[in-house]
């Protein structure tokens, strides 16, 4: 298990260009399966994840390469339906995959996926989508078994807006028999990237990132050219990385529009912020102020990927601040750790009382998932003393070389 060592105190400041986004990658990626042709996908961060995603490539029959930050996938071989159990378990949003294979093999066979620290992380949204499209399911021995003789287009009605299933529900429904509505469809912005990539593959996909896709049936897709949308949670992490520091931030490569609930909340908490088109520059006091209540939903709501980042930033503002986390029921498991650093934390349920503390102690922390991860990193980099951060391959996840970013702008960080 590696380790992050970081000197708290040093001011992080300077420039960064943001990573592309590892929620939008993963799902394109999948959605070249669909391509009787070529995609070129630029902009792919360099993470466990995206190589775990290849590999599931690779295993269907597709010839993958890679080259910088663009994977090339050719999906004319493709002759697998199957993901077994080994890939279905080390990485859970593997089941993004069914969509796609069922929509070009009209047969797709997945392995269970398991439960998550962050949450049980249910796929019955999933199946109900899949279901409404004329495809059977059957559930035997930990697998999930799909056979359609035809997809045929219908109205999809989820009952929460859940990011993988209407991902699941689209990649299904492009190349269906006649037109399918999915509404109370989640938004989020790689909802939209993900129509975009589609669009350009000949899809007929209108209204990703509203509430309502519909989507026309095409008889088949050819290979495209993409550029991964930027990752708003890494931006926002950097940003928090400063903020908590009284830093000065300028990140490049971003898109402000898909960060308003994120950026709203560090100006409230005393953070001068600047949005140019692609560019986000941020002035942080030297202690920020509390929050008043942070609510996790689905975007445009507060995303609960940056809620324990952010509650490292109330950790040592000035007054109190309430998380409430209405997501994922497992996402507090930072909390621990944050006490161990000297935070003043109560979790009663799905929500959390922080009292600001003017000082976080350097600890041994411990990362047990992704998201909270970060969130150690972000508290160590204003703690005083050193902190030793392990559990890196949690972090790994989601942010390509996190130590060597911080780095760049004055961090005392070490891996080893
Ligand atoms: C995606 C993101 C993750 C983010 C989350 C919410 C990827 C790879 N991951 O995860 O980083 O935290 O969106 O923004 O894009 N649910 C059900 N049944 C289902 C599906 C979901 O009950 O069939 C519930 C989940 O348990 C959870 C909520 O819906 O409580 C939201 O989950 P969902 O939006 O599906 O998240 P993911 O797509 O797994």
Not at 402 to 408: A, D, G, H, M, T
């Amino acid at each position: 298990m590696g380790k992050l060592i970081i000197k708290g105190g040093e001011k992080i400041s300077g420039e960064i260009r943001v990573q592309g986004a590892k929620n939008a990658v993963l799902p394109i990626l999948a959605a070249t399966v669909m391509a009787d042709g070529i995609s070129v996908i630029k902009n792919c961060p360099c993470l466990r994840d995206v190589d775990k995603t290849d590999l599931v490539l690779e295993r269907l029959g597709c010839n993958v390469k890679r080259e910088a930050d663009t994977v090339t996938v050719d999906a004319r071989g493709m002759c697998d339906c199957r993901i077994c159990e080994d890939l279905m378990r080390e990485m859970r949003s593997s089941i993004v995959f069914l969509g796609a294979i069922i929509s070009r093999c009209k047969k797709a066979v997945v392995s269970m996926p398991g439960g998550c620290p962050i949450g049980l992380r249910p796929i019955d949204l999933h199946l109900k989508a899949l279901r409404a499209l004329g495809v059977e399911i059957r559930e035997e021995h930990g697998y999930i078994k799909c056979e359609a003789a035809e997809i045929t287009g219908g109205g999809i009605h989820l009952d929460f807006p859940s990011v993988g299933a209407t991902e699941n529900a689209m990649l299904a429904a492009v190349c269906a028999k006649g037109s399918t509505t999915i509404s109370n469809a989640a938004r989020e912005p790689e909802i939209t990237d993900l129509g975009n990539f589609l669009n350009k593959m000949g899809a007929r996909v209108h209204g990703a990132g509203s509430s309502v896709i519909t989507i026309d049936g095409v008889e088949k897709l050819r290979g495209a050219e993409y550029t991964i949308m930027p990752d708003r949670i890494v931006a926002a992490t950097y940003l928090a990385a400063s903020a908590i520091t009284g830093g000065e931030m300028c990140l490049r490569g971003v898109n402000p529009r898909d960060m308003r609930a994120m950026l709203h909340v560090l100006t409230e908490m005393g953070a001068e912020i600047k949005c140019e088109k692609n560019r986000i520059i941020q002035t942080a006091p030297n202690r920020l102020k509390s929050v008043h209540t942070i609510r996790t939903m689905p975007y445009p709501g507060f995303p609960t990927d940056i809620q324990s980042p952010f509650m490292s930033l109330a950790a040592t503002a000035r007054g109190t601040s309430v998380f409430i986390e209405n997501i994922f029921e497992n996402r507090f498991q930072h909390v621990d750790e944050l006490t161990r650093m000297g935070a003043d934390i109560k979790v009663e349920g799905r929500s959390a009382v922080v009292r600001g503390v003017k000082e976080l102690q350097g600890a041994n922390v411990v990362a047990r998932e992704l998201r909270g991860g970060a969130a150690l990193v972000v508290a160590a980099l204003a703690a005083n003393g050193i902190t030793a951060v392990s559990g890196t391959e949690f972090i790994d996840r989601g942010y390509e070389s996190i130590e060597k970013y911080l780095l760049s702008c004055g961090a005392n960080i070490r891996r080893e």
